[in-house]
């Protein structure tokens, strides 16, 4: 099953969903990173919660997620665009924090105590930033804590990253489900209900039940507006023109130090760890 998303809203408005498979895109993700099984599983949660608050963004609008605590893993983070592009980065990516019968221990790895950050580059003069404590570590929580107290949308978040014994991501996927304002109470009591009893994403992924088929199960006999479908795949928009230009705002003095080195200068980037290499010659006409 290749990963998207499916997006669809009750015709009445009163509530809106969007449900994911993200498995080769987390699997992608985390390869590159080098991530450890917990690691894995911690920043496919926010990979996946990222891709499926991006089903509500337009045009060129972007969104970052970034998690920041006083666990192993010290920092998460993960970015879309309306296009279903994402890309995701941890700064420690081996959390030494073995699975237990009980499964993965993510708030361990992320730090009970810290934030989440949310970045809205809607078009506007300025991103917005909106922050909130962390909940509970547990990423999903975290982000229906966000949505709910920070953008005022009773939010229902479920992120699940399942991997066999070798440590390899055999599915992932997720669901969010939003309550609009003056929304019909018997139908939002209904789908709290449904959500209670709905099993873990990655079990349904797991059946061969893909994210329409989980929307079929959720609304059965509620009326449904127009489903949109978005492909997700993993992209970086790193380039060789980019990184010149984030080296020329170090200032004078750093790119001295550098151009005397006489070798070359490698930035790797910390998204797709491809590594760009510039000669001191190219690190000197930076300095013109």
């Not at 060129?60 to 983070?77: S, T």
């Not at 790895?109 to 509970?136: C, N, T």
């Not at 304002?181 to 709905?198: D, W």
């Amino acid at each position: 099953m290749k990963d998207h998303l499916i997006r669809v809203a009750t015709k009445d408005g009163t509530l809106r969903a969007t449900a994911a498979v993200t498995t080769g895109l987390v699997e992608a993700i985390c390869r590159r990173q080098g991530t450890d099984p917990t690691a894995t599983v911690a920043l496919g949660r926010l990979v996946t919660g990222a891709a499926l608050m991006g089903s509500l963004l337009k045009n060129d609008q972007r969104l970052a997620l970034m998690v920041e605590g006083n666990g192993p893993l010290q920092r998460l983070h993960a970015e879309t665009d309306a296009l279903g592009q994402v890309r995701g980065s941890v700064k420690v990516p081996v959390s030494g924090i073995a699975p237990t019968d009980k499964g993965f221990d993510v708030p361990a790895a992320v730090g009970r105590a810290g934030f989440l950050h949310v970045i809205k580059d809607l078009g506007l003069k300025e991103p917005y930033r909106g922050m909130v404590q962390l909940y509970s570590s547990e990423i999903a929580e975290d982000l229906a804590y966000y949505l709910t107290s920070s953008e005022q949308v009773p939010s229902t978040v479920a992120l699940g990253v399942y991997l066999e014994s070798a440590g390899r991501v055999s599915a992932a996927g997720g669901l969010i489900v939003q309550a609009m304002p003056e929304g019909e109470e018997a139908l939002i009591a209904l789908l709290e209900k449904r959500l209670v009893a709905l099993p873990p994403i990655t079990a349904l992924l797991r059946e061969g039940k893909g994210p329409r088929q989980i929307l079929e199960e959720l609304f059965a006999d509620i009326p449904l507006g127009r489903t949109e479908e978005t492909p997700l795949v993993f992209r970086c928009t790193c380039s060789r023109g980019q990184v010149l230009g984030m080296l020329k705002t170090l200032g004078r003095k750093e790119l001295q130090e550098m151009a005397a080195r006489q070798e070359e200068t490698e930035v790797v980037c910390e998204f797709c760890k491809e590594r760009y290499r510039f000669s001191s010659e190219e690190i000197q006409s930076l300095m013109a």
